[in-house]
């Protein structure tokens, strides 16, 4: 009894969350159960801004970084009509009437995607194939989660694959850490935040991104895998973007890897039912999931579903030369 007593003592206090209450007629509430209201939004908006900032800060600290002052940020005044607004705000934002120069257009921000989408595929041209890991910023060295990304990351760059992350701290630190050890390309594609950011010091090439398409897209397009470990709003959109990519033939042979069961067994549970159950999925739909906790087994998957992949685009240049025509490799 007196171990048990020990064990629980050990285990780090689990934040209590409060029951959502029944939506009463004609009063939305927000899923943390407050009246849906525009100022509460508001100010949600704000709160949610602060805690991507407090992460970032906290992954940074925890791995004994110190935040230094961050120098002024410099503003081409040429496009940005309002400084403190990044561009992909500016991007969403609905069109001004009075603002009729060209230089503050959409059609002046296609040209500054387009030139972002030359950057990205010029700087990572050279990569033939890499894994993308996406994961909590907060997380610190002595974290579990911390110590397998480093690994499985070790292991597929010892394997040959270059490692792509957001190039921030905690998961996506640990795994450029572990791409660098195991001898292969560290590679970081950060975002303009309205707060300063800095990269971890594990990162080989680092590319700076204004609009998160063009990110968005460098993160697929040279990666054969996803390696998804526990982490927020943002792991989540990486992780189901990919999965509508396959589910609709965009990709394939591009396993979707979960690291962590107990953190995604709620989520999959709730996939299952009640999204399986009401005919919203198919049940191959869950199958495109890979959940694992073994470093070993996450890299051996990668490279299984890689040579398969390989193997296919192998097969269909053959018969593609036979008939006259080349099969092209995604």
């Known amino acids: 009894m007196a171990r048990a007593r020990a064990r629980r003592t050990r285990r780090s206090p689990r934040a209590r969350v409060p029951p959502v209450p029944p939506c009463p007629p004609g009063a939305p509430l927000t899923a943390g159960g407050k009246r849906a209201e525009p100022s509460l939004l508001a100010s949600a ?31 081409d005044d040429a496009i940005r009509d309002v400084a403190s607004a990044t561009e992909d705000a500016k991007l969403f934002r609905s069109p001004d009437i009075a603002q009729r120069d060209f230089t503050h257009t959409d059609t002046w921000r296609v040209m500054r995607i387009m030139g972002e989408f030359i950057e990205g595929f010029d700087r990572l041209a050279a990569v033939d194939k890499a894994v993308t890991v996406f994961g909590s910023a907060r997380v610190g060295p002595e974290d579990p989660e911390y110590r397998a990304a480093e690994e499985v990351a070790r292991l597929l760059a010892r394997a040959g694959f270059a490692i792509i992350t957001g190039g921030g701290p905690g998961i996506m630190e640990a795994a450029n850490k572990g791409a660098r050890a195991g001898g292969g390309c560290s590679i970081g594609c950060n975002i303009e935040l309205p707060f300063e950011q800095r990269a971890n010091p594990y990162v080989d090439t680092l ?10 897209t460098m993160f697929v397009k040279y990666a054969c895998a996803f390696l998804i470990f526990p982490g927020g709003f943002g792991t989540l959109d990486e992780l189901f973007e990919a999965l509508v990519l396959i589910q609709t033939g965009k990709l394939s042979h ?63 240049t053959s018969s ?11």
């Open 207 to 216: 590319i700076r991104f204004r609009y998160f398409l063009v990110r968005k």
């Open 45 to 75: 908006s704000r709160g949610a801004l602060a805690g991507v900032q407090a992460r970032e800060e906290a992954g940074h600290a925890a791995a004994g970084r110190m935040p230094p002052v961050p120098p002024p940020r410099p503003v």
């Open 254 to 316: 591009f396993p979707v890897i979960l690291f962590g069961e107990r953190y995604w067994r709620g989520l999959i549970r709730w996939l299952r039912s009640p999204a399986l159950r009401e005919g919203k999925l198919c049940p191959d739909d869950i199958d495109l999931m890979i959940v694992t906790d073994d470093p070993r087994q996450a890299a051996e998957v990668v490279i299984a579903a890689y040579d398969a992949q390989a193997a296919t685009i192998a097969g269909a």
């Open 320 to 330: 593609g030369t036979r008939r006259g025509t080349v099969a092209r490799p995604r």
